[in-house]
């Protein structure tokens, strides 16, 4: 945005530096203007910003009370003479340049001068924003660290307190707002409280304040932030205060409360348009205040709530939007708005965010049909699943149960049974992957395929499956003695009840059992 205009006079015998300097590229922001001289005049130290000096060190000393303040001076200099230069010139001079030097030397001093300026103008430029910025807006703004020393305020934070920037900065509230110190050590109208609130909160806050002042007690609505510095460490908090001592018009109040609701709101009138909105429905529909205003309700209702996914239990629409890349789940509420006569006058449009709400629901929710310990879906998660995807598919059920398990849990404790479990799930989702497998109970697991499946790889599949589990428990003291039966059972009879499959799947897995267990049987087998 600024544009730098860099005027360098050269006093130098040698072309080396004009030279050298004139093929420098010219970075953004800035524009270079060269001028040599060969000896010491007026005009040659006067009317530029940057000065190279390459000149005896004698005559340097005898010209440098000549230069005007403000010019930022490179010195060129043997090295015999270095320490007297720094000497005489001390915080006058930008840059010292030991001679002889060659053309790269020149260019990388020079750029890195170049970066240095960068910086300080730079610095300045966002300072002069930052006061332009804050001294424009007629509310009170305030810079303030840790011990609660004001370190800036703008113009209107000023007249408020009837002292000049020279007195407030590095004051505390007391002496700004000519406290008492009873008041002060009290609390009452300093606003010590909601400044350790934004402390603890570490985030922006809003707050209903009042302040005692030279002109009387002040209302205000009060938004402070905590400043983090590069480490996250907080270093002070601003504040933006609205003076609402004297509200002008109903406008205004409606404003403040639509502004302070946690969710976004928008108003229509009699004949559908839209004439007003919050903070929070440009927040969460990406669309500003000014362009909203005059729409007709109905049509950005169809534009923006296309997405309806249907009425929640309290009766309102509920739909699902894409705001800022995230998905987001918004209640809709649609209240009238009557006059003091009953006369319908209007509409509110309430937009709740409860994408929070509608997800812990779903957590709950899996928690309800999940086991605990293992991760598998349980007993309710396995109907559940055959209710919403079984249709005409065929179904095979795969039942195992852990043989002597009750021994691991009276032998070495409920912990290792636990470690049993586990590693029984991990093998089995192993060895049937894409599956949905359940743990019915205790020892108990069933594996669900639907579909048509070849009911011989299912038991060359399962086998496998013991034998993984077998190496698994003969590598742990505590689990040596467990091994695994299988009973598989299969229907292609849509109308078969599941529980009936369980039933055959349980009496095979009982024959496995009952002929030396460690095995797997099929029902049909049996």
Known sequence: MFHYELIIHILSTSALLEETLSQVPEPAHFSFHFRCFSGVSDESLTACNLLLLDLP????????????SGTDLILCSAPEDISLLQEAA??????????????????????????????????????????????????????????GSHEMVNDAFCHAVGKTKQDIQGRGHYY????????????????????????????????????????????????????????????????????VTVLENISTELDILLNSMPFAILVKNDKGVIINSNVKFSEYFQIPREQIQGKYYDEWKKDALNTLTGINEEGYAEAALNIGGKEKVFEIHEEPIYDIFENLVGQLCICRDITVERTLEQQIL??????????????????????????????SLIYLDLDHFKNVNDVYGHQAGDEALILVSRLMKECFPQTLIARLGGDEFLITLLGAYDTRKLLDQSQL????????FRQSRQLNSLTASIGIAQ???????????????????YFAKQHGRARCCLYSDV
């Open 176 to 243: 700004i707002w000519d406290l008492k110190p009873e008041e002060y050590a009290t609390g009452e109208y300093v606003c010590l409280e909601t400044e350790e609130e934004v402390l603890r909160q570490r985030k922006t806050c809003l707050f209903d304040e009042k302040v005692k002042s030279s002109h009387g007690l002040r209302q205000f609505k009060t938004y402070k932030s905590p400043i983090f510095d590069e480490t996250g460490e907080v270093i002070g908090t601003v504040g933006i205060a609205h003076d």
């Open 366 to 395: 899996q928690t309800s049909i999940t086991d605990f310990l293992t991760g598998l879906y349980n007993r309710r998660g396995f109907y559940d699943y055959i209710s919403r995807n079984r249709g005409s598919q065929t179904v």
């Open 465 to 472: 499956l013991l034998d993984k589990m077998q190496l698994a």
């Open 57 to 68: 060190a004698a005559d340097i000393l005898r010209i440098l009370p000549r230069i005007a």
């Open 90 to 147: 001390a915080n006058q001079y930008a840059d010292l340049w030991v001679k002889p030097f060659s053309s790269s030397f020149i260019t990388a001093r020079f750029n890195r001068l170049l970066e240095h300026l960068w910086l300080e103008k730079d610095d300045s430029f966002i300072r002069t924003c930052l006061n332009t910025t804050i001294n424009s807006i007629p509310d009170l703004i305030w810079f303030k660290d840790l011990r």
């Open 491 to 509: 229907t292609n009879d849509p109308g078969l009840p599941i529980d009936t499959l369980i039933y055959q799947s349980d009496q095979a897995l």
